[in-house]
């Protein structure tokens, strides 16, 4: 009799909060229906550019299904260098040249194997066409783990501080110390730019270790210069602080600021580069540019695996900038709720 | 003088809910006024409205003659919530540095302040103390230390006594009417009757509307009865007749 006091008092509290039970039911749902959507995407067409190769393979190459340009040399490597080519293949001295992009050992050995098998079809007997692989970033060395270590390195950056700071800043709701400095003269542009500035000196330390860590310890794929991968890392944990205690004013607990981890932080991991963007449905793929780890990623690999400065960034550094701008404003404009001005 | 506070016709509600029903207030002089009314009155929604941190459905409020919300007037007040409303995992010197800190005191007059309004609630010797090793009524007693740091001109203190032991509530009792002697204006909510015995002067607040107002021993006199307690049954009984 007591325990079905407690079995109906539990089912009770959980349709009392609505959200947890929306959670419950729901998230594991939409995070299976996301995982379908990455994976079941299409098959990875290389793109490749073919310089003054016989129509023969290339119409071979075409049937093997790659996205295959023809266009001159300088051109192509110009491409390549953008990221929008995977491959450039020529020709000289009887010998198949192949430049690959390199940055990511799946599309790499992807592209390999479309272009031996094509020679195989050409000349089964024997393959008297010697091939030789050059890479424009990373080697035939780089491990996956350097492809996706700069996006694991946002990812954790992003992860703890969101969580961190979206419960410090509840608390201070919850315990009425939010109120007591309402009711001080303080402005609340004030309190927005006091938590970024205390939670930015301890993101600096978070980022400077986890980067550390990873590129000395770990000896992740390093070719850029480490200030920009702190300026980044420092920039993508801002966002996460801003975010973080956005969305905590929308939570009456702890719990219920955990409720967001797996509607806000995991999602991003699907858009950050970790799997193959090119290949996930477009159903969902317009997510990917709305998330800060999106740009963060692609500025991480750019300096870590390509060796990019400044130039190469200023793209991304800018969004994140704009992206934390955005949350601080808004995080003022929240606070209105507990004082008019 | 335009008087230290003044609610005009102030309605409050949430949806369909009434919380505040045109209520007027008003404080003309340094005096204590004691808001006594059970809880679920509306005397925390009042108070919060006069320090600013709330706003009313209609009507106004000011204080020192200009409207709240108000950030200059709100470094004259002193505001101490029900919830303790402090950072646990500080020490108590902590806590009162930062909101020292948030009321613009320089750090000379800072440590002078510290130790008077820490002397004032007898805690001087645990001013080192983590605040999660203070007990309940510890607690409450540094978060009135808090609201005194910055000497307001105006204290609004919402239920200051709750958890704090009869001697020490008399002292404290004392120490707000030697504030008020030197000029502060305090306005406290309470449902203890010794406590609203010695207010200056009382409104009775009952579902949101002012039943009555007037010095303690007025309102007995009125009513004909021997206690508070007495007269605040009458006005109420009074009220439903209506």
Not at chain 1, 140 to 146: A, P, Q, V
């Amino acid at each position: 009799m007591r325990i079905r006091a407690i079995v109906i008092r539990i089912l009770q509290q959980f349709f009392r909060d609505k959200r947890t039970l929306a959670l419950m039911l729901l998230a594991p749902l939409l995070i299976l229906t996301m995982l379908w959507l990455v994976f079941n995407g299409k098959d990875y067409k290389p793109s490749i550019a073919a310089i003054d190769l016989p129509s023969s393979f290339i119409a071979k190459l075409n049937e093997n299904d790659v996205k295959l340009k023809t266009l001159p040399y300088k051109d192509a490597m110009v491409e390549l260098k953008e990221g929008k080519l995977d491959a450039v293949i020529s020709h000289s001295n009887r010998e198949l040249q192949i430049k690959l992009e390199g940055s990511d050992p799946t599309v790499n050995k992807e592209t390999i194997n479309k272009i031996q098998e094509t020679m195989k079809e050409l000349s089964p007997e024997k393959t008297q066409a010697k091939l030789s692989i050059s890479y424009l970033y990373g080697s035939k060395d780089m491990s996956s783990f350097d492809n996706f270590g700069p996006v694991l390195l946002g990812f954790f950056a992003f992860f703890f501080v969101f969580l961190i700071a979206g419960v410090a800043f509840l608390r201070e709701r919850t315990r009425g110390t939010l109120e007591r400095l309402m009711a001080s003269p303080l402005k609340r542009w004030e309190i927005v730019i006091g938590y970024v500035i205390g939670f930015g000196v301890f993101t600096t330390f978070q980022s400077a270790i986890i980067a550390s860590y990873a590129i000395y310890v770990l000896d992740m794929l390093m070719n850029g210069s480490f200030i920009y991968v702190l300026i980044i890392t420092l920039l993508l944990s801002l966002t996460a602080l801003t975010l973080g205690t956005l969305l905590s004013s929308f939570a009456n607990n702890e719990l219920q600021m955990m409720q967001f981890i797996p509607l806000v932080v995991v999602p991003q991991i699907f858009f950050s580069g970790l799997f193959n963007l090119e290949t996930i449905s477009p159903w969902v793929r317009w997510i990917g540019p709305l998330t800060p780890l999106y740009y963060a990623a692609d500025a991480l690999r750019d300096v870590m695996i390509r060796g990019k400065g400044w130039s190469g960034i200023a793209t991304d550094i800018c969004m994140l900038i704009g992206f934390s701008l955005l949350f601080m404003l808004l995080n003022v404009v929240a606070l209105k709720k507990h004082r008019r001005i | 003088m335009e008087g230290i506070v003044a609610v005009q016709n102030v309605s409050k509600h949430f949806g369909d809910h009434v919380v505040l029903n045109d209520l007027s207030l008003t404080m003309g002089r340094p005096e204590i006024f004691g808001l006594l009314g059970p809880s679920g009155s509306g005397k925390t929604t009042l108070v919060k409205m006069i320090a600013g941190i709330d706003a009313p459905s209609s009507g106004t409020v000011s204080v020192f003659g200009e409207g709240m919300p108000n950030l200059k007037l709100m470094g004259q007040i002193g505001y101490m919530a029900q919830a303790d409303a402090l950072y646990e995992e500080l020490t108590a010197k902590e806590n009162l540095e930062f909101f020292a800190s948030l009321y613009g005191l320089n750090q000379a007059k800072r440590q002078k302040r510290i130790v008077e309004v820490m002397e004032m609630v007898s805690l001087k010797s645990d001013l080192k103390k983590m605040v999660k090793d203070y007990s309940g009524g510890m607690k409450r007693r540094l978060s009135l230390a808090i609201a005194l740091l910055h000497e307001p001109k105006l204290l609004i203190l919402d239920e200051p006594t709750v958890g704090i032991d009869p001697v020490l509530r008399k002292a404290i009792w004392d120490k707000f009417e030697s504030l008020r002697d030197n000029g502060t204006a305090i306005l406290v909510t309470t449902h203890v009757m010794d406590e609203a015995e010695r207010c200056d002067r009382l409104g009775l607040i009952r579902d949101g509307e002012m039943i009555a107002t007037g010095e303690p021993g007025q309102l007995k006199r009125e009513t004909n009865s021997s206690t508070i307690e007495e007269a605040f049954l009458f006005y109420g009984g009074a009220g439903h007749a209506n």
